[in-house]
C-alpha cells in the first residue's frame, strides 16, 4: 500500500513541451512538497502545500505550477521545458513541519 | 549559497566499523535537523531527528551528536553493514515548513 505515489516514473520529452507529474499521498498528511533532485543528488525544495495553500514556493521559474486540487494530491506542470529541467523530480508529505515521506521520485530527462 | 555543509561527499568503511557524516550551519533559526537515507532509484526516507535544546539521540546503530554552540551535527553509524550503503543526507528545517538539504554522504561499506 503505498504512501506516497507520483506517476509517472519516468518522463521522457522534447524542449519546448508541456509536461505533467502527478502525486497522491494517503496518509492523510496536512503538508505536501516538490523537491528536485540534480545530477549531484543535491535536494532543493520547489514547492510546499499546506491543506492545498500554498505556503512555500523557492525561486522556481515561473514554468513549473503547481497545483493542489485537495489535501490528498500535489501535481506539478512544467511549460516550455528546458535541457536544465532534466532532474528527478520527488514528492513528499508529511505531518506539518516534521517528518517528510518521500515519493519514489520521477525521473525527467528533457532532449 | 548552501544553508547546510556536509562532508565527506564519500565514505568508505569496514563491516562493523564506524561511520561518521558531518553538517554544520549558519542559520540559528533552524530548529530541527532530521537526517535521509537514500537508495540509489529510491526516494530518501527518514532515518533520525534531533531538536537543538537535545545534544545526543540514540536510535538503533544510529547516532545524531548535535553540538548548538559550534553549529554542527553528526551522524554515527555504528557496526556499520553492507546494507547501510547508500546516500545520507543531513537536513535543517527553517521556518516550520522549509528544509535545507546537505549535498550528500555516498557510504560504501565493503564486507
Redesign the interface.
Known amino acids: 500500500d503505498t504512501a506516497v505515489s507520483q506517476t509517472p516514473k519516468y518522463l521522457v520529452t522534447q524542449m519546448g513541451n508541456d509536461k505533467s507529474i502527478k502525486c497522491e499521498q494517503n496518509l492523510g498528511h496536512d503538508t505536501m512538497y516538490w523537491y528536485k533532485q540534480d545530477s549531484k543528488k543535491f535536494l532543493k525544495i520547489m514547492f510546499s502545500y499546506n491543506n492545498k495553500e500554498l505556503i512555500i514556493n523557492e525561486t522556481v521559474p515561473n514554468r513549473f505550477s503547481p497545483k493542489s486540487p485537495d489535501k490528498a494530491h500535489l501535481n506539478l506542470h512544467i511549460n516550455s521545458l528546458e535541457l536544465g529541467d532534466s532532474a528527478v523530480y520527488f514528492c513528499a508529505s508529511g505531518p506539518s513541519g516534521y517528518e517528510q515521506y518521500f515519493g519514489p521520485g520521477t525521473r525527467l530527462t528533457v532532449t | 549559497q548552501q544553508q547546510v555543509k556536509q562532508s565527506p561527499q564519500s565514505l568508505i568503511v569496514q563491516k562493523g566499523g564506524i561511520s561518521i557524516i558531518n553538517c554544520a550551519y549558519e542559520n540559528t533559526a533552524f530548529d530541527?535537523f532530521?537526517w535521509?537515507q537514500?537508495f540509489p532509484?529510491?526516494?530518501?526516507?527518514?532515518l533520525i531527528?534531533i531538536r537543538p535544546d537535545v545534544s545526543e539521540k540514540k536510535e538503533g546503530r544510529f547516532t545524531i551528536s548535535f553540538n548548538k554552540s559550534a553549529k554542527q551535527f553528526s551522524l554515527h553509524i555504528m557496526d556499520s553493514q553492507p546494507g547501510d550503503s547508500a546516500?545520507y543526507?543531513c537536513a535543517a528545517?527553517y521556518n516550520?515548513?522549509?528544509?535545507?538539504?546537505g549535498?550528500?554522504t555516498?557510504l560504501n561499506v565493503k564486507p
Do not use: D, E, M
Not at chain 2, 532509484?41 to 527518514?46: M, N, S, T, V, W
Open positions: 530541527y532530521p535521509y537514500q532509484g529510491k526516494g530518501p526516507a527518514l531527528a546516500t543526507f528545517r516550520f515548513n522549509k528544509f535545507y538539504f549535498s550528500g555516498k
